[in-house]
């Protein structure tokens, strides 16, 4: 198994669909979440949501990689904020594929 670890910024249902991916994929390990200041401290699929929006930078530094698992909801606005956010810190993971896709 690869050691790079990724740190998922999100913590809804893209990202419980991100981590199956991530997990069959077997090329990252993923670190932690970022969600909610009501979900900080409490485990998604048993992974910990590490911190809020706020933490990202801190967080950020911590791993090898970000990536964006937040939905997107009529606008497409916060996904794009947070990967410059990732993109700033040199931390944009390559893309995540499915070991089941075809392309």
């Avoid at 050691?3 to 077997?26: F, M, N, P, W, Y």
Wanted: charged letters at 25%.
């Amino acid at each position: 198994m690869n050691s790079k670890t990724v740190l998922l910024i999100g913590a809804g249902g893209h990202a419980r669909a991100c981590i199956d991916v991530i997990e069959q994929e077997g090329k990252y390990v993923v670190a932690g979440l970022i969600g909610l200041p009501s979900e900080k401290g409490t485990k998604m699929l048993g992974y910990p949501i590490l911190g809020t929006d706020d933490e990202i930078p801190e967080e950020l530094a911590r791993w090898d990689f970000g990536l964006v698992t937040c939905g997107q909801i009529k606008t497409a606005k916060v996904r794009v904020r947070l990967c410059e956010e990732i993109k700033r810190h040199g931390h944009l993971v390559e893309a995540i594929v499915s070991p089941r896709a075809y392309v």
